[in-house]
């Protein structure tokens, strides 16, 4: 029996994914967005918004309910996307630049016969490699009017970037070579800050009233240390920019970004003056619109490339796969933005409709981005190097439940000191706990996801001595796995010294590029061809 | 006394520029886009019946009766932009490097093209809407968009999809036109006004609503043009069923809103009180799109298109069978403004024919056009290959060469193994589904889905599946170019006589096709993946040999 079970993965290898029907590989359109929220999508239940479209993946296909980044940042999550591997392996544990010149998939998928595209946010510094085509933003990129990166080149595109970056991706869709495969990494800006939608959604949201989190006005009474000194609040944090407030007319240059840059304490909306709770609440509000209607443009845009899929005849051999960068906070313990691995900054959306998924599945495994790479690889009926460290989930796809997967995922944010002073951490979440430790504090944090669920109640607060034997044998035993999960991973502290850290950042500078004046869609997509 | 015969001195030499600059006509160009030899002025009577006993043109049929009606000028390649390179630099297409091509066209400002030219010799030009696209820069022998008139609205160039949305939201039909026209006019008349000084003017109108898409049903409900008046009427390339007599219904309604439109210029030309002083040009830029044989084809139904010539010293009134390449405008408007014709175009003044007074075959010299084609949509073929076709075609015989014959003409069969289904909706709006050479439509996805039927697979693989090398054509015994006599042994010295035609006449003129088995042609930047647009390159400049 064990030697059956054994050989059932190599079987399924053999069998490939790819369905029994057609022997043609299937083409792949990973659609991913920026700090898009699990729970501000429909399908996984969200209480703020509607996505119609993203819900079609889930319900034509697989949506996964555990999924998770292992660094919750842009850059960090985007090498891993490409490579694999976890952030100490991959060269990028910060917002540093990506060596084009390693193994990844889009290399791999390349030499392995498929046209690979690469459109919209790349944020890794360097320019792509492994793709037959690319048009990347410089760095984070602009909402409107936007700069894109070619090669050789920068131009300019008139418009919304979201819908541009969408009809770019349509355009390499309609002009691919068809007698290949394609691979297509259409990566959104949106929905990142400072959430700049286009003028349809953000009309759509103007006077939505969005229900508060319950953990909006969380004090982080027994989470002491790193939450407490976050500024990646709500209440505290949220400058004039980010809340879409017009400075004085004849503020010009630096003392007009200073203006912006301020955050308000008071401010007096509609001939009423807010402060404290009511501002906070008008804050939130604020945020909350602009954020959903950017994720609502991602939406659309999801919506045009399925409708796409459809009327072409492309769908009946293409995986669409959605999921985003890293998790977000919207409101949740009182935060906007990713970083923090509690659950609404470690998860991650992650969907999947095509060929052999099996519609409305549900897989709970516990996934992470580590295994995108290898799952497209197999997808595309290549082999998975061993360098890669994640796994194809295309078993799961195909509604298999392989005994020996893993039951437990690994974090490990690094970038302190750094953007909204987040102290680093790493941990583990299992199906019923997490255990978080702030390294350079050696603060631990433990919760019980079963019973809090919000992470509210810190399991290791107070004198150990007053612990339960449950919480203290909780505890060894998390910290037992986590140096487990360390050596298995290869993470002997690599990048835990700032000093260590790759020292280009993934922001450019892209000199080397000439502008090249303002360009259609069409246009555009004829120059992210290498000359 | 000596200052006043000074000053009437300067008055009569003035009047005399006046007079000599009144000598140079203006020239209206009206260009349709993809629009074949369709007007009712074309209608061939009793027993000949067809499509143009159909189709209504009333306000150029009118022009037809004081000008002169060609029924025998072709394009010199039946796809957009190397038309409209070899119309605008008078010269065959493939001498003019990257726009010998559609998609990845590059245009190279070295190629000198009659429109700058008439603006160096003093004329006013000006445009609007479409003059050499899909190509970077967009417009480029014709100054980009310096010379764009277009502001009152480009909303003619949908013209079904916008009445549609007018009279959706409760507008009157003909209120809805109106307002269209009231575009082209007001652009026409901008472009008039800023014509500050009094000089002869050069005026291209080129809207491409006769291009696809239009609105499904538009040509009844608009135009009321019954769809089974067609029955029996089209060439034998369209199947004569109802989805295609729809289909060809709804061209003809754009070919009625292109006729309205040129007359709406025309009436403006008239109330300038210069339509004795403005040469007028009417034609398209190639056959009917998305039908079989039409766009992109070498076929009569591909290449033919309708050409009237107007204007001062042009006897009027009269049909001539002589052979024109629209490549022959260039000289005829550069003569027309007394602006020297530059060596390398390889077009011939039509003058003589203009002012000659008889009709029929007027100039003896002019009995054959050549025609050609490389590539049209870049991903038609799996390498991003070219289908290459050269033809030469005479009052009674077409020879086409198909120098690649395993390659598919129309684009590769893409998705349609094994008898797979694709979407309708898709074959109806996305061109590069299948057999991306054949603009997406009703009439192709009706074909598409019929492939396998008994009764239309020979059909379909007659239109869309590969062709021989050579192709002959007998067209007084067989007018639509049905039964290729290629391989018929009574026809050999006919057809070695006809490519010995042909072949000279390429190589005369330096096509680089027949250079090292085509490799201009067949590699980057003009085969292959598009690149990003880059300064133009020209083949090893490709000398006229006379």
């Keep these: 029996m064990k030697r059956l079970s054994s050989l059932l993965p190599v079987l399924a290898a053999i069998m490939g994914l790819a369905n029994p029907v057609s022997a043609a590989p299937p083409n792949i359109i990973f659609i991913f967005s920026d700090d898009h929220a699990q729970h501000a999508i429909s399908a996984y239940g969200s209480k703020v918004n509607q996505t119609p479209h993203i819900d079609r993946i889930a319900r034509e296909g697989a949506r996964f309910t555990r999924s998770y980044v292992t660094n919750s940042i842009c850059t960090p999550s985007r090498a891993t996307l490409l490579t694999g591997q976890y952030s100490h392996l991959n060269g990028v544990p910060v917002f540093n630049r990506f060596d084009g010149s390693r193994d990844h998939v889009a290399k791999r998928l390349q030499a392995g016969g498929y046209h690979t595209g690469m459109v919209g946010k790349w944020h890794l510094g360097s320019d792509p490699t492994g793709f037959d085509r690319w048009i990347v933003l410089p760095g984070q990129g602009a909402y409107h009017d936007p700069v894109f990166l070619v090669p050789g080149a920068r131009l300019n595109i008139k418009g919304h970037c979201t819908e541009i970056t969408t009809e770019l991706g349509l355009e390499f869709l309609k002009t691919r070579p068809m007698d290949k495969p394609f691979f297509l990494m259409l990566h959104q800006k949106a929905p990142h800050r400072a959430w700049e939608p286009d003028e349809k959604n953000k009309a759509l949201f103007k006077d939505k009233i969005i229900p508060e989190p319950d953990t909006l006005w969380d004090n982080y009474a027994t989470r002491p240390g790193a939450l407490p000194a976050n500024q990646q609040t709500v209440a505290r944090d949220l400058t004039r920019r980010d809340l879409k407030l017009e400075p004085p007319a004849d503020l010009k240059g630096p003392p007009r970004m200073q203006w912006l840059n301020q955050v308000p304490m008071e401010l007096t909306i509609d001939g009423k003056t807010l402060t404290g709770t009511e501002l906070i609440k008008w804050k939130y509000q604020r945020y909350m619109q602009d954020y959903l209607a950017c994720v609502q443009g991602v939406d659309d845009g999801v919506g045009k490339v399925l409708d796409y899929l459809e009327s072409s005849g492309l769908a009946k051999n293409t995986i669409v796969m959605y999921s985003a960068d890293n998790g977000w906070y919207l409101g949740d313990l009182g935060l906007y933005d990713k970083r923090f691995m509690y659950e609404p900054g470690l998860n991650v959306p992650l969907l999947a409709k095509g060929p052999g998924i099996k519609a409305g599945h549900v897989p709970s495994q516990f996934v992470a981005n580590i295994d995108l790479a290898p799952t497209f690889l197999d997808l595309a009926g290549l082999p998975v190097p061993e360098s890669m460290q994640g796994r194809s989930l295309a078993p799961l796809l195909r509604g298999e439940t392989p005994g020996d997967w893993r039951n437990s995922i690994y974090y490990r944010y690094y970038h302190d000191p750094g953007h909204h002073n987040t102290a680093a951490h790493l941990g583990v979440r299992t199906s019923t706990h997490k255990l978080i430790h702030y390294w350079k504090q050696d603060a631990w944090q433990m919760f019980d996801l079963t019973r809090d669920p919000a992470e509210q109640k810190n399991l290791l607060f107070g004198d150990p001595a007053t612990h339960s034997p449950e919480v203290t044998a909780k505890f060894n035993e998390l910290k037992a796995q986590l140096v487990k999960l360390q050596q298995e991973y290869k993470d002997d502290g690599q990048f835990a010294d700032p000093a260590s850290w790759p020292r280009d950042g993934a922001d450019g500078p892209f000199d080397d590029k000439k502008p090249t004046g303002t360009k259609t869609i069409v246009e555009a997509i004829l120059a992210a061809a290498p000359r | ?546």
């Design chain 2, 1 to 546: 006394m000596k200052t006043a015969l000074i000053a009437l001195g300067l008055l009569l030499l003035q009047t005399a520029l006046m007079a000599a600059e009144s000598g140079r006509p203006n020239i209206l160009f009206l260009f349709a886009d993809d629009w074949g030899r369709f007007a009712g002025c074309y209608a061939e009577g009793k027993g000949r019946e067809g499509i143009n006993d159909v189709v209504r043109t009333p306000n150029i049929d009118r022009l037809a009766k004081r000008g002169v009606l060609f029924r025998n000028a072709h394009v010199n390649a039946p796809s957009c932009t190397p038309c409209r390179s070899a119309l605008l630099s008078g010269q065959y297409f493939w001498r003019t490097g990257r726009g010998a091509i559609l998609q990845g066209a590059v245009w190279d400002p070295a190629i000198p093209s009659w429109p700058l030219m008439l603006r160096g010799a003093g004329y006013h030009i000006g445009k609007s809407y479409k003059v050499w696209g899909p190509g970077t820069p967009a417009d480029a022998p014709y100054g980009g968009q310096q010379h764009a008139f277009q502001k009152a609205g480009t909303r003619i160039n949908q013209f079904s999809q916008n009445v549609a949305k007018m009279t959706a939201a409760g507008q009157p039909l003909e209120a809805a036109k109106e307002e269209l026209y009231a575009e082209v006019r007001s652009n026409f008349r901008d472009f008039l006004a800023a014509n500050e000084e009094g000089r002869p003017f050069c005026y291209w109108f080129g809207p491409t609503n006769v291009h696809r898409k239009w609105i499904k049903g538009s040509g009844k409900k608009l135009w009321d043009i019954d769809p089974d008046s067609l029955k029996g009427k089209m060439p034998p390339s369209l199947p004569d069923v109802a989805e295609v007599r729809e289909d060809m219904a709804d061209y003809l309604g754009e070919v009625a809103a292109w006729d309205a439109s040129v007359g709406t210029l025309l009436d403006e030309l008239d109330k300038t009180g210069q339509r004795d002083n403005t040469l007028i040009v009417i034609s398209g830029d190639h056959g009917a799109p998305g039908f079989p044989h039409g766009k992109c084809n070498l076929y009569g139904f591909g290449t033919n298109v309708a050409l009237l010539i107007a204007g001062p010293g042009v006897t009027g009134a009269r049909i001539v069978d002589d052979f024109v390449n629209l490549t022959d405008l260039a000289p005829t408007f550069l003569q027309a403004g007394d602006v020297p014709v530059p060596e390398v175009m390889t077009g011939r003044s039509l003058w003589p024919v203009l002012k000659a007074s008889q009709a029929g075959l007027v100039d003896p010299a002019r009995t054959e056009v050549f025609t050609g084609r490389e590539r049209h949509v870049e991903n038609a073929r799996a390498g991003y290959s070219p289908y290459p076709q050269r033809a030469i075609r005479t009052a009674d015989h077409v020879l086409i060469i198909n120098f690649r014959p395993d390659r598919w003409p129309l684009g590769d069969a893409y998705g349609l193994a094994d008898g797979a289904v694709l979407p309708q909706e898709g074959l109806e709006n996305e061109t590069r589904l299948t057999h991306p050479d054949e603009d997406a439509g009703p009439t192709k996805a009706w074909l598409v889905k019929m492939r396998n039927t008994p009764e239309w697979k020979k059909h379909y693989e007659w239109v869309y599946g590969r062709r021989p090398k050579y192709e002959l054509y007998d067209l007084k015994a067989d007018p639509h170019e049905t039964q290729n006599l290629a391989e018929d042994p009574a026809q050999a010295a006919l057809k070695a006589g006809l490519e010995k035609r042909l072949l000279a006449e390429l190589a005369r003129t330096g096509d680089p096709r027949l250079v090292d088995d085509g490799k201009f042609f067949e590699t980057p930047p003009l085969a292959g993946p598009l690149p990003a647009a880059q300064p133009a390159r020209k083949p090893d400049n490709p000398g006229l040999k006379r």
